[in-house]
């Protein structure tokens, strides 16, 4: 590649240790480059090649939009979210899986998690169910993906779409499945600590065309190019319409070109997490104060935190001590009904006990491909220390 890239900045010039980090590789960096040489910076060839790429992996097609909280959003919109309708899922997650919806005017229905993987647990959602359930989002923490086949049952048994959200999972597999074939419309985010990168970024894959299609319209404004489906086709050759409201969720050719070169290296990242797993799970076996993550049959997890669960209350304190030597870990996540915007609805802290416990025993530690052993061990005996391990 040319001198005029410079190596891209390593993260080990920062000495603390970030709970994820973006892997940025020099073809990565060409890859935009030759996009900003090109003629499209926006809706270019990338785009199509990126869904195209996106659609092998994950077995369905792919709408690429501008962020996983678009993706959402999108996804709701698509299904024809809105006023009366209720939302079914767990509060275990990052606020936008319920906000877009509630933002649609969808009332947000939270139910209990599975107290091993975090996820929404399936008779929980079975006992929410009512006449006005119009969707059941399931969200795989950490990476590991939900009962699928049970939530996807249950939704369709009434009348409602099954959601997954996988903004932590791409890559993973459910029962020899992919994500992304699973559910009715399947979310994905691209953010910088995911599992991989556009900076921003994110996609709807859907096993329904006319899901799809809905998407692929909302993503721009609602426009209807196709003469065949325009209700004023003669207007002229310039003329395209909107039959109903979307909104600028586009991805750009140049954060395409990056998802393409990514996604070649997703394998790859793939095994260096599952190998942290690893090394992690070992390191703690014997911590009677801690449980690290459970991986059910059937499931092959794209890690992409590692969610520590302290038991002796001490959550907080391991927290503060890490953070004191530059052991940067993260909370995933508060309860999303404890946010205020929630709470000044009515949501009461308490109506889901697991989640909440969750959430106060759950602690990130780092989890990132260009972790080196050196930083894995670093980690590893910081919390061993605290319990006081050697
Ligand atoms: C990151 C994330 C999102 C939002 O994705 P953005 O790309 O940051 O908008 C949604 N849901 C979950 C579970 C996430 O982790």
Redesign the pocket.
Known sequence: MSGACPDPPSWRHSQPLPYGRQSVSERDIAAVVEILQGDWLTTGPAVGRFEEALSDLAGAPAVVVS??????HTAYAAAGIGPGDEVVTSPL?????AATAAMLGATVVFVDVEPDTGNIDADAAAAAMTRSTAAITG???AGHPVEADALSRLAHKHGAVFVE????SIGGSWQGRPVGSLADLT?F???P??NLTTA???AITSTDDDLLERARRFRNHGLVRNPAEQREPTEGGWHQEVHSFGLNYRLPDVLCALGISQLARLAVFKSRRAAIIKAYNQAFADLDAVSTPPCREGADPMW?LYALRVHDGRRAQLYDALRAQGILVQV??LPVHWHPVFADLGYRRGICPRAEQFYAQQLSLPLFPEMTGNDVERVASAVRAFFGQP
Request: hydrophobic residues 35%; without cysteine; glycine residues 10%.
């Open positions: 962020s996983g909280t678009a993706a959402l997650t990052f606020v936008a899986t969200v795989d923490y959200d996988a903004a932590h979310t985010s691209f953010y600590t995911k921003e970024g994110g992409h995933n996540y």
